[in-house]
């Protein structure tokens, strides 16, 4: 384990933190996390006006990932002065359009004066509800760092530098038997920008693997300017600039499709 998350608490809890209105009941996503995930954080009005995201995400996935499955990758990220938000994540969903997913980042922001924090985002099948929320958990500067997601035994793990940060029943976001697939993603509200984010290492883990294995991929979602270009080895880097008026497409498998094999 790095020592980005050596300190994580030893302390277990469960928070239940999503309710999202679905079908007319609600339905609760609790997550035991190894640090307590902090109360929502209200910027000052005004101080970052809202103008979308710039985003771009690799395609990473296969036919069987049914029970045991994951996939990680390894992420350095600089800060380029201009001030705003900034994001770099491994994301799981279902193929199908029900917009649930589960993501474990890394992010930078006022609230943690743009450290490199850890932070958490999920939305519940078949609802337009996207929840945020930080850990607290500060990650050095200068160093890659690894995100993940697993799912084992019906339980779907977020994973930092080889340690656990939060998990919850898999089966909130996606079923065994659905085709799902990670994004591995980066996304910046600055204009002008596109977060310096750099990722290396891709690798998946169907279920007859014994071990995650690495994945190479040249299906790329492009949005408002940003894009993944490939350096070679199994290396990527967030090019282009976000501005809000530029065109979203993928490259790749179909560039006139979503990533979908």
Request: glycine letters at 10%; proline letters at 4%; aromatic letters at 12%.
């Amino acid at each position: 384990m790095k020592t980005g998350v050596a300190f994580l608490l030893s302390l277990t809890i469960s928070t239940g933190l999503a309710n999202a209105e679905s079908g007319g009941g609600s339905a609760a996503v609790h997550w035991a996390c190894a640090s307590p995930l902090l109360p929502d954080f209200k910027a000052e009005a005004g101080s970052s006006p809202d103008v979308g995201e710039g985003v771009t995400y690799l395609y990473v996935g296969d036919e069987h990932l049914d029970s045991d499955y994951g996939a990680d990758a390894e992420f350095t990220t600089t800060l380029d002065g201009r001030r705003g938000w900034y994001d770099s994540a491994v994301r799981l969903g279902p193929l199908k359009e029900n917009n649930g997913f589960a993501q474990v980042e890394i992010s930078r922001w006022e609230r943690f004066h743009y450290s490199q924090h850890v932070a958490i985002a999920w939305a519940l099948p078949h609802t337009n509800v996207v929840e945020y929320r930080d850990t607290g958990l500060i990650l050095a500067d200068g160093v890659p760092h690894r995100l993940g997601i697993y799912v084992r035994d019906g339980l779907l793990e977020l994973v930092v530098d080889g340690g656990v940060v939060c998990s919850t029943q898999a089966s909130y976001f996606v079923g065994s038997s659905e085709r799902k697939y990670f994004q591995v993603r980066t996304e910046t509200s600055v204009v002008g920008s596109n977060g310096n984010a750099h990722v290396s290492d891709l690798r998946l883990k169907r279920d007859a693997d014994a071990a995650a294995r690495p994945y190479r991929t040249d299906c790329i979602l492009h949005r408002h300017g940003i894009f993944w270009a490939y350096l070679g080895t199994a290396r990527f880097a967030a090019r282009g600039a976000f501005y809000p008026q530029e065109a979203t497409y993928f490259t790749g498998i179909d560039p006139s499709k979503p990533c979908r094999t």
